[in-house]
């Protein structure tokens, strides 16, 4: 089974086939690709490599990682499966309105009204 690595630390001129190039030399590529802004077309500085087997991709862990490509020291590591980890969107902490406010408020409900006694005058 195929294992996707993480690569991280790209130079933005390096492509798709560049990055396929450089991991070749550890096993069989099954896939590769730079991850690009959707708008500009301009890389995003990361991508992932498709390794065939766990040993291939331990092997581009252990000699990649930390070494120079394009120019750029890059970061090799096993990706994240998508939601583990990192998290990411939503909201931190404090959810919405937690129910503070006044004691006794919302409308026409006692409590207040600012006169003696409480209530309105009606």
């Known amino acids: 089974m195929a294992v996707k690595l993480f690569v991280g ?3 933005f001129s390096t492509s798709t086939d560049r990055l396929r190039e450089a991991f070749a030399a550890c096993g069989n590529v099954e896939s590769a690709s730079v991850v690009t802004d959707r708008d500009t077309g301009r890389s995003r500085g990361f991508g992932f490599v498709e390794m065939a087997t766990n040993e291939e991709a331990e092997q581009a862990i252990s000699k990649l990682n930390g070494t120079s490509l394009d ?3 890059i970061q090799v590591e096993k990706a994240k499966s ?3 980890g990192g998290g990411g969107g939503g909201r931190g902490g ?3 309105r937690g129910g503070g406010g006044r004691p006794g ?3 026409g ?3 207040g009204g600012g006169r003696p006694g409480g209530g309105s005058r009606w």
Do not use: D, E, I, K
Request: hydrophobic content about 15%.
């Open 82 to 84: 998508p939601g583990a």
């Open 109 to 111: 409900g006692g409590g």
């Open 94 to 96: 404090f959810g919405g």
């Open 9 to 11: 630390g790209l130079s």
């Open 71 to 73: 120019g750029r020291t």
């Open 105 to 107: 408020g919302g409308y």
